[in-house]
């Protein structure tokens, strides 16, 4: 059997990082690598490393997932996740969750459960509990700047009227990785778009759009949610990656048409198991960093 060389890519977030936060973002995306690389390394498993550097996010209140979520237009959380095995195409998932301090975490035993593949809202804190899950109260996930970042938000709102726009509200994190045998894995959690209505749900648990895994490639992505589901972002770039030379093209290519059919920018990450690995954004940046055997990189340098 093949041996493969390990390794694990991070993200977190794609869209307007202030430049007074930069450091912090890098120092988390780092925290979060090395962290999933050391699980990577202790079970050589490419899936319970994606939950552990994605969780290391979701606790880290500079994300916007978990503790640090962005908030609805009602000033609530409201947060979805999924991850996957590409070995085997398991997947768990959650909509809505606002009483889990981890939602990957319950995602993962949703995996495992191997029954159903998403929850929603209460259903999904009724799983939780099953599970044997402790519910938290939601006030607990929610940061005085995610706090301070949505009245700004609603300011801006009600001086612009009616803003159309969705960019620059976003944040996500995500991970991916292959393991020696060659078992890819992707996990995506996010508190959604600032500012957004009670319900919506995002990219980032549709498998295809914000995250896949499958046998060939790993992919997570970043940015508004509407965009990246109205272009399958996730499956369109599968579908180049069978055509292009490299994971990089391939990508570059998925987000041009990104531009063209829905006027939207994003940014992803992707390994994959014989094209290499690839990070890229057409939003302002993008936090991200990667490990392996050969040492790590991050977006700051
Ligand atoms: N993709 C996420 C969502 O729309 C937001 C983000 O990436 O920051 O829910």
Do not use: C
């Not at 960019?167 to 996990?187: H, P, Q």
């Not at 048409?257 to 994003?266: R, S, W």
């Amino acid at each position: 059997m093949n041996s493969f060389d390990p390794m694990i890519v991070v993200h977190g977030g794609a869209g307007n990082i202030p430049s007074n936060y930069e450091e912090q973002y890098n120092e988390g995306v780092l925290e979060a690598v090395r962290t999933g690389w050391k699980k990577l390394d202790d079970t050589n498993n490419a899936l319970e490393a994606v939950v552990e550097a994605v969780k290391s996010m979701e606790d880290n209140p500079t994300f916007n997932a978990g503790y640090g979520s962005t908030l609805t237009i009602k000033g609530t959380v409201e947060m979805d996740a999924l991850v996957i095995d590409g070995s085997s195409l398991r997947m768990g998932g959650v909509m809505r969750v606002s009483k889990v301090k981890n939602p990957i975490v319950l995602s993962k035993a949703i995996l495992e459960e191997n029954h159903h593949v998403l929850y929603a809202g209460e259903g999904a804190h009724m799983i939780a509990q099953e599970l044997g899950f402790e519910l938290i109260d939601p006030e607990q996930l929610i940061t005085p700047r995610s706090r301070d970042l949505l009245e700004k938000y609603i300011k801006k709102l009600e001086e612009e009227n009616k803003n159309k726009k969705l960019a620059g509200k976003t944040g996500t994190v995500g991970a991916v990785a292959i393991d020696s045998k060659g078992r890819l894995a992707a996990a995506t959690s996010t508190g959604g778009i600032r500012g957004k209505k009670i319900g919506r749900v995002g990219d980032t648990p549709i498998p295809g759009a914000g995250t896949w895994a499958d046998d060939i490639m790993a992919f997570s992505a970043t940015g508004v949610g509407e965009w990246i589901i109205r272009s399958t972002l996730g499956l369109r770039t599968k579908t180049y990656l069978l055509s292009s030379k490299t994971t990089e093209i391939a990508l570059m290519r998925a987000l041009e048409d990104m531009k063209h059919l829905v006027n939207g920018t994003a940014g992803a990450i992707i390994i994959t198991k014989e094209k290499g690995w690839a990070a890229i954004h057409t939003t302002k940046n993008m936090a991200w960093a990667k490990k392996s055997a050969d040492g790590e990189l991050s977006f700051l340098k």
